[in-house]
């Protein structure tokens, strides 16, 4: 068969080095990609974009292509599955009507609440006076959101309603995030740990796969600003199995099963971004796509063929897999450009790449056969063990292989829970 997977980020480059150990597939295809999926295995890039609907839809056209995978979100809420679709061919991921899980917090909240599913109190507003006054009414700490999507920059999380009036200010007056602004979320600050539960869905049957915990700021301690997630580990002590289960029943079921209600059968991946507090896991947000990098930490434990599992989600014959896991942790440390998630230098080479292990390119480039940085997240570095501690110093030990000029990376991934 052959596959194109869209993006150009360590999570693609995961999809295709997992879906390039299918006996199935005779031929990838990465739209963009990056120097990683260049040089994996049976694996061309080719020049879309992944927002490039129209230019992407041809290339399967023409060249047969028998399952597209999509990486991020804008193509799905911009309704690329509905195209492929319309055109007879084969797509993994939501429509755009279910992509709204993550494309409108408001359209997420609305279904959360209707059916029951456990996540902040939030309302939403269109006009910033309503907004501040039931800003200062709660009081801080508040979190608001932009209602649609703003490439993870779209939330404020404020100690103070100082920070809170700055941040609706952007938003609704200066629009910071355009359309994507127009509504704003406020809801209550939840605490506790984070995890990502990224589950397969049918939009009947649900198969959570193993737990993972990212590490969204910057800098170690969790401090600085937040950025796309600068490493990850799986699975996480954070949930047990009985979490697990509850997860499945009063989340990721009721939300599907709901979505499903309303019209809407979800297929592809659903994503829950989870908070740990002392009521039980409570949904932060949905996402209608793999989590990166928890994508590059899960991956790697999973022993199904990912492309019988994606198959069975377009067929809707999930009910006839069962998953199987390597019960090591596997954890992975993101390798960023100096100065990200800031403005950073691009064009260095990176040496030390053969030395180390597994190894997932994000923001790199290929010039004359040497691989350059070419992001701000530029690598991701993988490593397995039987207990956390020791996949953390399997990990770092490759991480040392890898040379750039201003490597950055995280020193404390896993940390959290030791
Ligand atoms: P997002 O960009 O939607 O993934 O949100 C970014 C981060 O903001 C999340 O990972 C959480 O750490 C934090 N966050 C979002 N909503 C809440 C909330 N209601 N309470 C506490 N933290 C939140
Ligand atoms: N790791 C966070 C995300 O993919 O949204």
Same mark, same amino acid.
């Not at 193509?75 to 007879?88: E, K, S, T, W, Y």
């Given at each position: 068969m ?7 980020g ?10 390039g ?6 031929q990838? $295809?990465?739209?963009p990609?990056?120097? *990683?999926?260049?040089?994996a ?6 020049g ?8 992407l839809?041809? #290339? ?5 292509i028998d399952?597209?995978?999509v990486g991020p979100e804008?193509?799905?809420?911009n309704? =690329? ?12 991921g ?5 992509a +709204?899980?993550?494309g409108?917090k408001?359209?997420a909240?609305?279904?959360?609440? /209707?059916?029951?599913?456990p996540?902040?109190r %939030?309302? /939403? ?5 309503a907004a501040w %006054? ?6 801080a700490?508040?979190? =608001?959101k932009?209602?649609?999507?703003a490439?993870?920059k *779209? ?12 941040f ?5 007056v ?5 359309k994507?602004g ?9 605490t506790?740990q984070?995890?990502?539960?990224l589950?397969l ?8 796969l193993?737990?993972a +915990?990212d590490? /969204?700021?910057? *800098?170690?301690?969790?401090? @600085? ?6 490493g990850?580990y ?5 949930m047990?199995?009985a979490?697990e ?7 990721l ?14 297929k592809g991946?659903?994503y %829950? ?5 002392? &009521?039980?896991p409570?949904?932060?947000? #949905? ?16 022993k ?9 989600v377009?067929?809707?014959t999930?009910d ?7 019960p ?7 390798m960023?450009?100096?100065g $990200?998630?800031? &403005?950073y230098? /691009? ?12 190894? #997932?390119?994000a @923001?790199?480039?290929l ?9 701000g997240?530029?690598?991701n570095?993988?490593?397995l063990g039987?207990?956390l ?9 490759d991480?040392?292989?890898i ?6 990376f ?7 829970v030791l």
């Amino acid at each position: 068969m052959k596959i194109l997977v869209i993006g150009s980020g360590g999570r693609e480059h995961a999809l295709v080095w997992k879906l390039g150990q299918s006996p199935r597939v005779s031929q990838l $295809y990465c739209a963009p990609g990056n120097a *990683g999926t260049q040089l994996a295995d049976r694996c061309e890039n080719i020049g879309f974009r992944a927002n490039d609907i129209l230019g992407l839809l041809e #290339f399967a056209k023409e060249n047969r292509i028998d399952l597209t995978v999509v990486g991020p979100e804008e193509p799905l809420v911009n309704g =690329i599955v509905d195209r492929f679709q319309m055109a007879g061919l084969r797509i993994f991921g939501p429509n755009a009507r279910a992509a +709204q899980v993550e494309g409108s917090k408001a359209f997420a909240k609305k279904i959360m609440e /209707k059916y029951g599913i456990p996540t902040a109190r %939030a309302r /939403k507003f269109t006009a910033i006076d309503a907004a501040w %006054a039931y800003v200062e009414q709660q009081g801080a700490p508040i979190v =608001i959101k932009a209602d649609g999507l703003a490439a993870g920059k *779209g939330v404020a999380v404020c100690r103070q309603l100082e920070e809170a009036r700055a941040f609706l200010k952007q938003v609704m007056v200066s629009k910071a995030f355009g359309k994507a602004g127009e509504m704003v979320i406020v809801e209550e600050m939840m605490t506790g740990q984070e995890a990502s539960v990224l589950a397969l869905t049918d939009g009947h049957t649900v198969l959570p796969l193993s737990p993972a +915990q990212d590490h /969204k700021p910057i *800098g170690e301690g969790d401090t @600085g600003p937040n950025t796309g997630g600068m490493g990850a580990y799986s699975p996480t002590p954070v949930m047990d199995a009985a979490m697990e289960q509850q997860v499945l029943e009063q989340i990721l079921r009721p939300m599907v099963a709901g979505l499903r209600a309303e019209g809407m059968v979800y297929k592809g991946i659903l994503y %829950a971004g989870l908070m740990m507090d002392a &009521s039980g896991p409570r949904v932060v947000e #949905f996402n209608c796509r793999l989590g990166d990098p928890e994508t590059q930490c899960v991956l790697p434990r999973l022993k199904n063929d990912l492309l019988e599992l994606m198959l069975a989600v377009t067929e809707e014959t999930l009910d006839t897999q069962r998953l199987v896991w390597d019960p090591r942790f596997c954890l992975n440390v993101v390798m960023a450009a100096q100065g $990200y998630p800031g &403005s950073y230098t /691009k064009g260095q080479p990176i040496t030390g790449l053969e030395q180390a292990g597994l190894v #997932f390119h994000a @923001g790199t480039s290929l010039r004359e056969g040497q691989v350059l940085c070419a992001g701000g997240r530029v690598l991701n570095v993988v490593g397995l063990g039987t207990t956390l501690k020791n996949a953390i110093e399997n990990t770092y030990q490759d991480v040392a292989k890898i040379h750039f000029e201003g490597a950055y990376f995280r020193r404390d991934i896993g940390q959290r829970v030791l």
